[in-house]
T-cell receptor, first 115, second 110 residues
Framework: SAVISQKPSRDICQRGTSLTIQCQVDSQVTMMFWYRQQPGQSLTLIATANQGSEATYESGFVIDKFPISRPNLTFSTLTVSNMSPEDSSIYLC????????????FGPGTRLTVL | GENVEQHPSTLSVQEGDSAVIKCTYSDSASNYFPWYKQELGKGPQLIIDIRSNVGEKKDQRIAVTLNKTAKHFSLHITETQPEDSAVYFC?????????FGAGTTVTVRA
């Protein structure tokens, strides 16, 4: 499976500011995904990020709030904009398994607290 | 979107006993069913998965069964050990998008 790293691992931010989270994978992958995990909850897909195209957002998530970049096949960023305490969550990136199927492997997550 | 229900929400077992977690889903077109284990402070780890053309899959102490007709699948952990304590999530894939169950917190008592 792919080795995935995320930066930062955690952060405490003030409301109204923005944070950019980086996701790096050790091999080239076509599909990368961003999830949100609110405290004590399950995972919810924010968007799918494919290289060379605009990210595809799920219902309830918009580009102005969660802009995503995918400059190459090993890297992506998610920005959480104009943060409020309700944005306090774990943000996780995942990548496809490489076999062309549905398998996804997750990074360690970024733990965000907004004051 | 896909609706995935997972039960129970918490499960406490004696070390050495078995644990079973069940999930149901709504979309009959779903064709891939992974299970993830998430330890405190870590990202979810894929532990086993099954595809719609297979009824059962086993990997050492872990097994998954799938009933496509009834639209439910289960995770079975045998001979539980303290390191099996974690939150387990089932998921269902449809067109490469994963929908997750609410999670089961498993505690293995020594």
């Amino acid at each position: 499976s792919a080795v995935i790293s995320q930066k930062p691992s955690r952060d405490i931010c003030q409301r109204g500011t923005s944070l950019t989270i980086q996701c790096q994978v050790d091999s080239q992958v076509t599909m990368m995904f961003w999830y949100r995990q609110q405290p004590g909850q399950s995972l919810t897909l924010i968007a799918t990020a494919n290289q060379g195209s605009e990210a595809t957002y799920e219902s309830g998530f918009v580009i102005d709030k969660f802009p995503i970049s995918r400059p190459n096949l090993t890297f992506s960023t998610l920005t959480v904009s104009n943060m409020s305490p309700e944005d306090s969550s774990i943000y996780l990136c995942s990548v496809e398994g490489g076999s062309g199927g549905d398998t996804q492997y997750f990074g360690p997550g970024t733990r965000l607290t907004v004051l | 979107g896909e609706n995935v229900e997972q039960h129970p929400s918490t499960l406490s077992v004696q070390e050495g006993d078995s644990a079973v977690i069940k999930c149901t889903y709504s979309d009959s077109a779903s064709n891939y069913f992974p299970w993830y284990k998430q330890e405190l402070g870590k990202g979810p780890q894929l532990i086993i998965d099954i595809r719609s053309n297979v009824g059962e899959k086993k990997d050492q102490r872990i097994a998954v069964t799938l009933n496509k007709t009834a639209k439910h699948f289960s995770l079975h952990i045998t001979e539980t050990q303290p390191e099996d304590s974690a939150v387990y999530f089932c998921a269902v894939s449809n067109d490469y998008k994963l929908s997750f169950g609410a999670g089961t917190t498993v505690t293995v008592r020594a």
